[in-house]
Structures are given as structure tokens and as C-alpha cells.
Nanobody, 122 residues
Framework: QLVESGGGLVHTGGSLRLSCAASGFNFENYAIGWFRQAPGKEREAVACITKEGYSLTWLNSVKGRFTVARDNAKTTAYLQMNSLKPEETAVYSC?????????????????WGQGTLVTVSS
């Protein structure tokens, strides 16, 4: 099970840290990905972190502003988002990869959280 938290309303330029709490599996063996889906748009891959803690950011638009991390002892992954923009309003979800590696495509993730809404006001 994956449960996201930390979403909410923030002004342009603000920051949020999303959490993804995992349970029911060996968290340390899997990569965790972060995705987002804005209203009326397709879901897109944002970032990912391997089981070893190596992070990848898929979206060029968030590089330098978003950071992904994990705490295996707490079985939790995080997405730190800084300098948020109104166009980044979306439901953000975490997902477990099918293995220890990061994948940009959704079919390579088998368990998904319910998502947390991030709203960035202008």
C-alpha cells in the first residue's frame, strides 16, 4: 500500500513536500516513482528514486526545483517541490516500480497511491 500526503494549496513560488508512505512490501527493494496528472491532461512522470537512492528527474521543467528522496527506515519516499507554478496544479501520485530501477512509463509500476492534490494559486 502507498499513501501520499502533503498536498494542499500554495501560492506561486511556494514549496511543498509530498510524502509517500509504504507498507506491505519490502520497500528497500523497489524504486519509487512520482507522477502527476493535471486536469484534462495525461499523466506524466515527474521523478523517480532507485532502491539505492539515485534520483532521476524526468521533466526538464522541474529540474533544479523538485527533489526526490527516500528514507528506507521509515519506508517513505518524498518529493520536495520548490518554486511552484500555477501550471503545476495536479494530482501527484507515487508508485512502486516493478523492480529496483526507475522507469518513465506507467506500465512499469504495479502499485499506486491514491494521489494528493497540489493546487498552486497565481
Amino acid at each position: 500500500q502507498l499513501v501520499e500526503s502533503g498536498g494542499g494549496l500554495v501560492h506561486t513560488g511556494g514549496s511543498l513536500r509530498l510524502s509517500c508512505a509504504a507498507s506491505g512490501f519490502n520497500f528497500e527493494n523497489y524504486a519509487i516513482g512520482w507522477f502527476r496528472q493535471a486536469p484534462g491532461k495525461e499523466r506524466e512522470a515527474v521523478a523517480c528514486i532507485t532502491k539505492e537512492g539515485y534520483s532521476l528527474t524526468w521533466l526538464n521543467s522541474v529540474k533544479g526545483r523538485f527533489t526526490v528522496a527516500r528514507d528506507n527506515a521509515k519506508t517513505t519516499a518524498y518529493l520536495q517541490m520548490n518554486s511552484l507554478k500555477p501550471e503545476e496544479t495536479a494530482v501527484y501520485s507515487c508508485a512502486r516500480a516493478i523492480d529496483s530501477h526507475c522507469h518513465v512509463l506507467s506500465p512499469f509500476y504495479d502499485y499506486w497511491g491514491q494521489g494528493t492534490l497540489v493546487t498552486v494559486s497565481s
